[in-house]
């Protein structure tokens, strides 16, 4: 009985030794260590630090059309004017109306860094004729740059006393406080105006006086949109006396003129 049972032993040790030998041998490698570089980028933050992706805004934020109509003297109306008065100004054009990826500020700051490695500290002026680059960013109200570093813009425009500075790091910068002066400093959007070729109709009738038996008018045109130049000016001469009179497709009732004044009625 006792060799019955060494003999299955043995047999049991040489089944286990063949499958041992039949299974290769699991060799992990050692991991090699990230490159210099990549483990600076992937370090954790330090304190105040932050992770930004910002990126500069190149396309304008709105792009709308505004239809612009204007007269000086409404239909129906009945007005005394001194010489040398407008008596109609007549307006009408369109216009294309365009936010542009700049901030601009209504008056001029001077921001003081309040960093602990620099001394004096490091202090930039702004001025308000000048516009700001608005950046992408995750912040709710976006960053403008300012000289070196990143200013942060709470909802309403106003400049956040938290600047951004970048770090040897990409995307990550290092948030550091600054006096603000004015405090209530507000940043607000650039808008440009282009007005549409052919759509301007802008002049102006004025009344210039009486000379012997005639009336004299004069009629200025402009183009320029909100800020017009004259292009042409045009003399109109009218008998006194004539019932009606008609200028620049405008009928007009004269009630009263003389070298100092006309009492005039719109007509149509």
């Known amino acids: 009985m006792l060799q019955k049972s060494a003999i299955l032993i043995c047999c049991l040790s040489l089944c286990l030794l063949a499958a041992c030998k039949q299974q290769p041998k699991v060799i992990v490698p ?10 600076k980028e992937k370090a954790p933050l330090g304190k105040r630090e932050v992770r930004l992706d910002i990126n500069l805004t190149r396309q304008p934020d709105k792009h709308k059309l505004r239809n612009v109509r204007s007269q000086s003297m409404p239909t129906g109306a009945r007005i005394s004017y001194p010489a040398g008065a407008d008596i109609l100004r007549f307006l009408e054009y369109d216009e294309e109306v365009i936010t542009l990826p700049k901030m601009q500020t209504n008056r001029d700051f001077k921001i003081i860094l309040l960093t602990r490695d620099q ?31 990143f200013g942060t813009l709470e909802k309403d425009g106003t400049l956040s006393s938290t600047m951004l500075i970048p770090t040897d790091r990409s995307d990550v910068f290092k948030r550091v406080q600054a006096e603000i002066s004015p405090r209530k400093l507000k940043f607000k959007k650039v808008i440009r105006t ?16 009486k000379k012997g038996m005639t009336i004299l008018f004069e009629i200025r045109y402009l183009e320029g949109g909100s800020r017009p130049k004259v292009i042409h000016r045009q003399t109109v001469e009218i008998p006194l006396g004539t019932p009606v009179i008609e200028i620049n497709g405008h009928r007009f009732k004269v009630h009263t003129a003389t070298t100092e004044f006309i009492d005039i009625e719109r007509l149509s």
């Open 194 to 209: 282009n007005v549409l070729p052919d759509s301007e109709h802008h002049y102006v009738i004025r009344f210039l006086g």
């Open 30 to 39: 050692p991991v090699p260590p990230l490159p210099v570089e990549i483990a």
């Open 119 to 149: 001394n004096p500290p490091k202090t930039i002026k702004g001025y308000s004729n000048v516009t700001y680059e608005l950046m992408n960013s995750g912040l709710p109200g976006g960053v403008i740059l300012l000289d070196s570093f």
